[in-house]
């Protein structure tokens, strides 16, 4: 039985997973970049941006995905990192003082309903771990539809309900949506999904890495599903 103190403590895990704060959020980024970094780096292959491309990571964390899309990228590049939490803002500013500098890198203190960015300029956009976070995702969906060109495509990096579920800390402050409820949510903010890999671990599947397309950016004769 859960007693009130490990109540407490899980919920400010929770709160802490979801928008890192202060002392104890510097070290939930440092924790974050290690635990995610292989749906981070899944999510970046899966975007394969190009050389000279403009890329946005979305929720960004501890920032391991700023520098994984950064050397994707290149000196002609520019990456936006949005992030809620002013505490990991301030850890990648000082952590890529350099690429800031540079204006390769532009970091956002935003969410994503509501991204400060102008229209139809992103090639890429990837977020992980951050849709439970988030109460109306056809919103924030639609949000991100709008900043991406034609032919830009959205990663998105969400665990599996069912593996978030036997965490303790997922009782509190996450929102745990079945896969099918997050691709009906893209669909209504008009991205179409078009490819899914799934991490997993010792045979069970932890992640799903969906990587999505603007609806419009296919004829109708080559829709996917069609």
């Not at 599996?160 to 996450?174: C, I, L, S, V």
């Amino acid at each position: 039985m859960k007693t009130p103190i490990a109540g407490r403590l899980w919920d400010v895990i929770g709160t802490q997973l979801g928008r890192p704060d202060g002392m104890i959020g510097r070290l939930v980024g440092r924790i974050l970049n290690r635990g995610n970094r292989a749906t981070v780096a899944a999510a970046v292959a899966a975007a394969d941006p190009a050389h000279g491309a403009t890329v946005v990571d979305i929720g960004f964390g501890g920032g391991v995905g700023l520098g994984l899309l950064l050397d994707r990228v290149g000196a002609t590049g520019t990456v936006h990192g949005v992030e809620v939490s002013p505490t990991m803002i301030d850890q990648a500013r000082r952590h890529y003082r350099n690429e800031i500098a540079n204006n390769r890198l532009q970091l956002h203190n935003a969410a994503m309903h509501d991204l400060p960015l102008t229209s139809a300029t992103v090639d890429a956009v990837i977020s992980t771990n951050t849709v439970y976070f988030i109460e109306d995702l056809t919103t924030a969906f639609t949000e991100v539809a709008r900043v991406l060109r034609p032919s830009g495509r959205l990663v998105l990096g969400v665990g599996d309900p069912t593996a978030m579920a036997r965490m303790p800390f997922t009782e509190n402050r996450f929102r745990l949506r079945p896969i099918a409820e997050v691709t009906g949510h893209l669909a209504a903010a008009g991205l179409t999904v078009v490819g899914e890999e799934r991490l997993t671990d010792e045979g069970a599947v932890e992640f799903h890495v969906l990587t999505c397309k603007k609806k419009e950016s296919y004829p109708p004769s080559a829709a996917p599903g069609a």
